[in-house]
């Protein structure tokens, strides 16, 4: 029964699929108006239970119009993603299939029910602790090995793929999945970029029927942002900190233009590679201690210290990794060993959609005394709650930050 | 007397040959009509070929319900054929063009990797992932790619031709070549993100991910329009296989044919792994084996190692589709634990004998 049900639905969003326009739209003028809407649902009410006989919408199209008038105006929806694409929908998405795991988390914070979820990465059913809601989702690989037929099985209405990472895998996806389906419509976004990330929620949120949560979680995301940037702006420059990061590789920094040099920045921190023209350089430890950084920030989550974050309730491999560092011959000459500024940070909370926590504790590392009242933690943990929808408490679970 | 002996055993190897070529023939269809059933997609077996026929004679078949909500159709035609017949072109292909490699090198170890083919076009590919920097807009990876296994082969031909060098010397030029574009690669890989790295390492495990029925069709073209070539020139390969000295003798213009082989070879080896990725070893083990079956005359060599190295290459990624569900493994990993012991196999046999 539910077969032929799903089969049913299929086929009727490959019919309004093929038929543009907005459902319902009586006059074709492309705006559903409140009498067209009404006349729709009484037709649709008459036929139901008082056997009418005029033909009446499809319980299909008239969900879909039901949406469309309450999100969109009664309009289509044009958009514009992160890569510049334009797309234009008279069908809310109900099928959606997501390679990039950032998207479907920022996805989470605007209140993206589910069951509008097809299929997602790998990298999404490895992680049971942090998406437990979608372990039993299709398996869509990653965007490096994507399993196409898995992809096209499951007849997504839209495959969200990253904007600026990996490009030509996800060019590539693009190009096979249409040539299987030419009636997915892609739509390309980061949701991790700090410099792109709220016009992405807002985007999102449009998209997705959910610009009244898109609104909440950007005064969150600006209130958190808003409140560093504000302190550390009137920083002068000659009196930042100065920081060396390093990659979960040793001695793998990050140079200019990099994400974390970025999330340095924000912070208000000066970074002391931040001039290196390559991206994440491996630098030598001479060059460290010549340099001798106020603050060491050690990012963990991959590579060999791939322990941390979500799943993960052992802190003491945290503090292994915060020894070790002092440890290395002549560091203890540096002022941040010296005076115990050796934090490390996982990377959940700094490299992905949450970098906004990530950038609040590095403020706070940076400068304990100008953020008294900023408690990352609490931020932390209200975002689980009230916009991951998880339950997850960070006194009892997780290990993100050493000292803690 | 003698004459009689040597008669009877050319027909008993012609018997041998005619047999191997066939049974490669049927061992390829068949392995055809199991690989375009699997898949994680779950279509039936039926379902496969009622999708094959209904794209072949569209609106003749009833498609039933099930599998136009799977889009069965569209699984079948928009991927599943073309990699398949992809797989048999680029194994065909690769398999030849290292045929011809060992024949004019005369010498085992010649491959598109030994001869920096394989590695020039890594590097073309890392300029392009890495630096985002390529000859040819909208196909940077698969132009550059290209481009630099050309410019390797190139390099080799220029030598060969201009300074007449000999066999060996090609190949340590080649494996010269290969230092330096490795080297290449790895600089531009110190310089990437890790997430353009993890591209560039995917893109050199070679992989049938990227095939598409225009790329099929690209490939098919050129391997079509070599084939016959090197056919018509076996002679000339057998000839050289004997040496520059006879070759000379039987009137093979000896640094031309071998510069001209080369070309081919390369031209063919490049078509295919700028689209694949580097899946060079059935360059090198397809010969081999074809050479212990049937001998090293080229007429019968070249098509039937080609069908060696299409039966490898597609069996090889029936496995990697089908090994660990949902998950493809790049062919080129595939090919190797598949081809290597079994390589390997057939040495210590012939070692015994």
């Not at chain 1, 389906?181 to 992405?200: Q, V």
């Not at chain 1, 060993?337 to 949450?354: L, Q």
């Not at chain 2, 398999?95 to 590097?123: D, E, H, Y």
């Not at chain 2, 997430?195 to 049938?208: A, N, R, Y």
Request: net charge negative.
């Amino acid at each position: 029964m539910t077969r032929r049900l799903l089969l049913l639905a299929c086929s009727l969003c490959l019919l309004a699929g093929m038929a543009q326009g907005v459902p319902c739209d009586r006059d074709g003028d492309d705006t559903l108006t409140a009498p067209e809407l009404a006349t729709a649902i009484l037709d649709s009410l008459d036929a139901r239970f008082m056997g009418g006989t005029v033909e009446a919408p499809s319980p299909v199209d008239l969900r879909d119009a039901a949406f469309i008038y309450e999100h969109w105006d009664g309009r289509t929806l044009t958009i514009t993603d992160s890569s510049g694409r334009t797309t234009t929908l008279s069908r809310p998405l109900r099928r959606i299939a997501l390679f990039n795991s950032d998207t479907l988390e920022m996805m989470r914070s605007l209140g993206l029910e589910p069951d509008r979820v097809v299929g997602v990465s790998k990298y999404v059913l490895e992680d049971p602790v942090f998406y437990p809601e979608y372990q039993g989702t299709a398996n869509l690989g990653s965007t490096w090995a994507p399993d196409y037929e898995q992809a096209a099985s499951i007849r997504p209405d839209a495959v969200f793929l990253y904007a600026t990472l990996s490009e030509s895998s996800c060019a590539d996806i693009e190009k096979t999945l249409r040539s299987i389906d030419p009636g997915i419509r892609f739509f390309r976004f980061d949701s991790y970029r700090p410099a792109t990330y709220a016009e992405e929620a807002r985007t999102l949120g449009l998209l997705l029927g959910k610009e009244e949560e898109a609104r909440r979680f950007l005064s969150f995301h600006r209130n958190v942002t808003g409140t560093v940037a504000g302190v550390v702006d009137a920083i002068p420059a000659e009196d930042r900190v100065s920081v060396y990061l390093e990659s979960w590789h040793d001695y793998k920094s990050a140079g200019k233009g990099s994400g974390y040099d970025e999330k340095i920045e924000l912070a208000g921190g000066r970074n002391i590679f931040g001039e290196n023209p390559v991206e994440y350089p491996v630098v030598d430890p001479e060059a460290v201690i010549s340099r001798n950084p106020d603050v060491i920030v050690k990012i963990v989550g991959a590579g060999e210290l791939a322990f941390g974050g979500y799943g993960d309730d052992d802190r003491s491999s945290f503090e292994t990794v915060c020894r070790t560092i002092g440890n290395r011959p002549v560091w203890d000459r540096i002022t941040a060993v010296r005076d115990g500024r050796v934090h490390i940070i996982h990377s959940d909370v700094i490299g992905g959609p949450e970098y906004f926590i990530g950038t609040a504790y590095l403020a706070k590392w940076f400068y304990p005394d100008l953020f008294t009242d900023l408690d990352p933690r609490a931020v932390h943990q209200q975002y689980l709650e009230e916009f991951q929808h998880l339950d997850y408490d960070l006194d009892e679970h997780g290990t993100f930050v050493y000292p803690a | 007397m003698m004459t009689d002996f040597g008669r009877e055993e050319y027909a008993r190897l012609a018997e041998k040959r005619a047999l191997f070529i066939t049974g490669l023939i049927l061992v390829l269809a068949a392995l055809t009509g199991i690989a375009v059933t699997i898949g994680s997609a779950g279509l039936s077996v039926a379902d496969s070929y009622i999708a094959i026929l209904a794209g072949l004679f569209p609106g003749a078949v009833d498609l039933p319900d099930r599998m136009v909500e799977s889009n069965a159709v569209g699984i079948v035609w928009g991927w599943r054929l073309h990699r398949v017949l992809f797989a048999i072109v680029a194994g065909f292909g690769l398999a030849i063009a290292g045929t011809v490699m060992q024949g004019v090198l005369r010498n085992p170890l010649a491959s598109p990797f030994t001869l920096g083919i394989a590695s020039a076009a890594s590097c073309g590919a890392s300029v392009a992932i890495i630096l985002g920097a390529g000859f040819l807009s909208g196909y940077l990876v698969i132009g550059n790619a290209f481009l630099f296994a050309m410019l390797a082969a190139g390099a080799i031909y220029g030598m060969a031709r201009l300074k007449g060098m000999g066999s060996e010397t090609m190949i340590l030029a080649g494996i010269a070549l290969m230092y330096l574009f490795s080297a290449v690669t790895s600089f531009l890989q110190y310089l990437g993100t890790s997430e353009k790295v993890q591209e560039v390492v995917f893109w050199m495990f070679g992989s049938l991910d990227k095939s598409s029925w225009p790329k099929l069709g690209l490939v098919t073209v050129v391997v079509v329009a070599v084939v016959p070539l090197l056919l018509w020139r076996a002679w000339d390969l057998n000839a050289l296989a004997e040496g520059d000295e006879t070759a000379k003798s039987l009137g093979v213009p000896v640094e031309r044919s071998m510069a001209g082989f080369m070309l081919a070879a390369s031209l063919v080896t490049a078509v295919i792994i700028c689209f694949t990725g580097t899946i060079g070893f059935i360059g090198l083990v397809a010969p081999h084996i074809t050479r212990m079956v049937i001998g090293a005359d080229h007429r019968t060599l070249i098509p039937a190692s080609g069908l060696v190295g299409a039966v490898i290459l597609l069996g090889a990624d029936c496995l990697a589709r089908t090994v660990i569900p949902g998950a493809i493994i790049p062919v080129g990993i595939m090919t190797a634990f598949l081809g290597i012991p079994f390589f390997v196999y057939l040495f210590m046999r012939r070692r015994d004998a």
